[in-house]
Structure formats: C-alpha cells, structure tokens
C-alpha cells in the first residue's frame, strides 16, 4: 500500500500541482485548511504532511502544534511550504515542530526529493528504535486505548467504546496513575476528556497531567474544549451526617454533583445533542458510600452509565479504596459495570488484573503496567 501525505494549502492550483507531483508514488489526501487537515489526519493517519502556513481558520503553525500533541500523529513528519521566506519564520516553523521548511515559489522535483528523504529517515528511525518485543498495540475499531500499551495488550486492543469501568486497589496500587494516563491520551488523540476529582487533591492531579501532557492542562480547554476538570473534594468532604446515620438532604446533594458532571459535559459536548463521547474519570466514589444510602448511590451510578451511549460513547473510569467500603456494599454496584480491573502494589511495582469484564474474553492474570 503506498505511502499517505497530506497536503494542506488554501491555494487549490498548489493543491492540483502537489497532487500531480506525487500521486504517482505517493497517496495524496488533500485538504483546503488547518482546521479540515486536523480531522482528515486523525481519519487518515497520514505518513507525512506538507502544509502551507497561511491559510483561514487554522494557520500551519497551529497546526503543526496540534499535530504533535496527538498520541498517534506526533512523529509525523511535517513540511512547510510557504512564501514566508525570513528567519524568524523558519524558526517559529521549527519551533512548532515542523521537519523542513520550503519557500514559495518552489521547485517540484526538489520538494518530491526532500519528501523522499523524509520518509525514507523516518522509517529507518523506526525500525530501529522498535524491538521486535515491542511491537505497537494495535486498536481495533470500536475501542478506546487506556494510554498504558500494557493494559491495552491485555484487553487485545484497549476498552470497549462506552465501556464503565470500576478500577479497585488500596492506595499507591497505581489507580490514579491510570486514571490520569486514560485522560492525557484522550487528551493527546482530541478527544472530549472530563476528571472529576472527588478524594483527591485537584492541583496535584492538574501538575501530574501537566508532566504527562507537556504542558498545562488548561490549555487544552482554552483552545479546544478538550479537557475539563471537576473538584468535587470539598463537596464531599463538606457532607453532613444526622445522628441516625442518614444523610440530611441525601438526593438533593448528590444531586449537586450529577448537575457538575452534566454541566461539564455540555461544555464538552458529552451531551445527547452534540454526542461527542470521549473519556471520564470520576476518582474516586469511596466517600460516596460514607454519605449515602446504597439506593441513592446506585441511583447516581445508573444514570452516569446510561449516559455513555447517550452521549456519543463516552467510555467511564471510576476508582474506588480497597477496603474502605464493605465488601457486601461494593458487590451491589459491581453489577452495574461493565468490568471491574483489580491492582495492587508489589516490591515497588504495580500490577493489574481484569476481575470481570461483560463484553470481552481477558486472561484472568496479574500484569505490570507502570
């Protein structure tokens, strides 16, 4: 199959002359912007991209950033081709990311030379930095991958899109690294990702996506509405108890939350209108089994479920303390998952093993995965 590169240019008689210049080698997929480039290159996974810079509704620049904040796409390489000649330019390009830098009006033999070249460096590259151990998890259609290739290998390709998944382990068993590597690579691949922090600390969890990301997570909203993050911990550490053990108002404020949740997810387009799916983490649901009856909090997770096909596919990521929550309690929410993934901690590594899972055949084993 031969090789695909796609050529972004706001000029269509570039476009016919690039096509012309390479489709007798090469796949040319074309695109008229940066904007129609970037969801043409997460569709197409293109080989190389040779992209003009000045262009309406997304620039190269920008979209040679974006390029190379996306899991799959990163080490694409990028060509601009632009009638912007100075040095400031050329700089700014590679700063962006970009692999070479040609100036408008240019010469088609020597353009289709560099491309070759290109390629042809990037394919040794990658043979030689892939031990035949290592070889790339694939994922098939229909799933999502976890961000830790590990995992993804157990479940023969990642987790069922709209999948809810109830993640058990005591603390520093590694939950909430996994929890935070499910979010970047969402992140990463611009997809729809929303952390609700409930027991955890929301700036620490913000500097660890940060290490993760390259850069703040805020941004990712800023620019994209990529990402939006909850801090649900001093609403439920705030939670009264009266003294026969009910919770005073129990509907009305797990209700406060349901409402965050959807509140987000509107802005992020998980919703039943836009149907964008993506990813969830509520980390973790412990403290909701402190404050409420087990009907309310059944109630609360029923209706998180439902909403993953409602809403686009949206695959769900919920943790939960071992050993704080009664076994007899846990069980009557394990019915409502899709799968529940143990993990434990060991001589400093951390492990995992898929416990239940409805929908897929997992080797019942303990992995490491950090």
Same mark, same amino acid.
């Given at each position: 199959?031969?090789?695909?590169?796609?050529?972004?240019?706001d000029?269509?008689?570039?476009?016919?002359l690039?096509?012309?210049?390479?489709?007798?080698?090469?796949?040319?997929i074309?695109?008229?912007?940066?904007?129609?480039?970037?969801?043409?290159?997460?569709?197409?996974?293109?080989?190389?991209?040779?992209?003009?810079?000045?262009?309406?509704?997304?620039?190269?620049?920008?979209?040679?950033?974006?390029?190379?904040f996306?899991?799959?796409?990163?080490?694409?390489?990028?060509v601009?081709?632009?009638?912007?000649?100075?040095?400031?330019?050329?700089?700014?390009?590679?700063?962006?990311?970009?692999?070479?830098?040609?100036?408008k009006?240019?010469?088609p033999?020597?353009?289709k030379?560099?491309?070759?070249?290109?390629?042809?460096r990037?394919?040794?590259?990658?043979?030689?930095?892939?031990?035949?151990?290592?070889?790339?998890?694939?994922?098939?259609?229909?799933?999502?991958? !976890?961000?830790l290739?590990?995992?993804?290998?157990?479940?023969?390709?990642?987790?069922?899109?709209?999948?809810?998944?109830?993640?058990?382990?005591?603390?520093?068993?590694?939950?909430?690294?996994l929890?935070?590597?499910?979010?970047?690579?969402?992140?990463?691949?611009?997809?729809?990702?929303?952390?609700v922090?409930?027991?955890?600390?929301? !700036?620490?969890?913000?500097?660890?996506?940060?290490?993760?990301?390259?850069?703040?997570?805020?941004?990712?909203?800023? !620019?994209?509405?990529?990402?939006?993050?909850?801090?649900?911990?001093?609403?439920?550490?705030?939670?009264?108890?009266?003294?026969?053990?009910?919770t005073?108002?129990?509907?009305?404020?797990?209700?406060?939350?349901?409402?965050?949740?959807?509140?987000a997810?509107?802005?992020?387009?998980?919703?039943?209108?836009?149907?964008?799916?993506?990813?969830?983490?509520?980390?973790?649901?412990?403290s909701?089994?402190?404050?409420?009856?087990?009907?309310?909090?059944?109630?609360f997770?029923?209706?998180?479920?439902r909403?993953?096909?409602t809403?686009?596919?949206?695959?769900t990521?919920?943790t939960?303390?071992?050993?704080?929550?009664?076994?007899?309690?846990?069980?009557?929410?394990?019915?409502?998952?899709?799968?529940?993934?143990?993990?434990?901690?060991e001589?400093?590594?951390l492990?995992?093993?898929?416990? !239940?899972?409805?929908?897929?055949?997992?080797?019942?084993?303990?992995?490491?995965?950090?």
């Amino acid at each position: 199959m031969p090789r695909k590169i796609l050529v972004v240019d706001d000029d269509p008689s570039i476009l016919s002359l690039l096509e012309n210049c390479l489709s007798k080698k090469y796949l040319v997929i074309l695109a008229k912007d940066g904007e129609e480039a970037l969801k043409k290159a997460f569709v197409t996974r293109p080989d190389l991209v040779i992209t003009d810079v000045m262009m309406p509704k997304k620039n190269g620049f920008e979209l040679c950033n974006e390029l190379r904040f996306h899991s799959q796409l990163c080490d694409v390489p990028i060509v601009m081709l632009t009638a912007l000649g100075r040095d400031e330019d050329k700089l700014q390009g590679f700063r962006m990311g970009a692999d070479d830098f040609i100036v408008k009006p240019f010469s088609p033999s020597e353009l289709k030379e560099r491309v070759d070249r290109l390629l042809e460096r990037t394919t040794r590259a990658a043979q030689a930095k892939a031990p035949p151990w290592e070889a790339p998890v694939e994922i098939p259609k229909g799933r999502i991958s !976890t961000g830790l290739k590990k995992i993804d290998a157990l479940l023969g390709g990642g987790l069922p899109i709209s999948s809810n998944i109830l993640l058990i382990g005591p603390m520093g068993s590694g939950k909430s690294f996994l929890c935070r590597s499910f979010i970047a690579e969402g992140v990463k691949g611009y997809e729809p990702s929303l952390f609700v922090a409930m027991d955890d600390n929301l !700036t620490l969890v913000k500097e660890k996506l940060n290490n993760l990301l390259g850069r703040p997570p805020l941004e990712f909203y800023e !620019t994209n509405k990529l990402l939006l993050m909850v801090d649900a911990s001093s609403w439920a550490t705030g939670l009264k108890k009266a003294p026969s053990g009910q919770t005073l108002e129990s509907f009305q404020e797990i209700n406060y939350l349901a409402r965050a949740i959807a509140d987000a997810g509107l802005e992020l387009g998980q919703n039943p209108i836009a149907k964008r799916g993506g990813r969830r983490v509520i980390d973790s649901i412990s403290s909701l089994f402190a404050h409420f009856e087990l009907p309310v909090l059944q109630g609360f997770l029923a209706n998180l479920i439902r909403a993953s096909t409602t809403h686009g596919g949206v695959t769900t990521i919920l943790t939960l303390e071992e050993g704080v929550v009664e076994e007899r309690l846990v069980n009557n929410i394990k019915y409502l998952m899709d799968g529940v993934f143990e993990t434990k901690k060991e001589g400093g590594n951390l492990f995992l093993r898929v416990a !239940t899972m409805k929908w897929l055949e997992v080797p019942d084993q303990w992995i490491r995965f950090e």
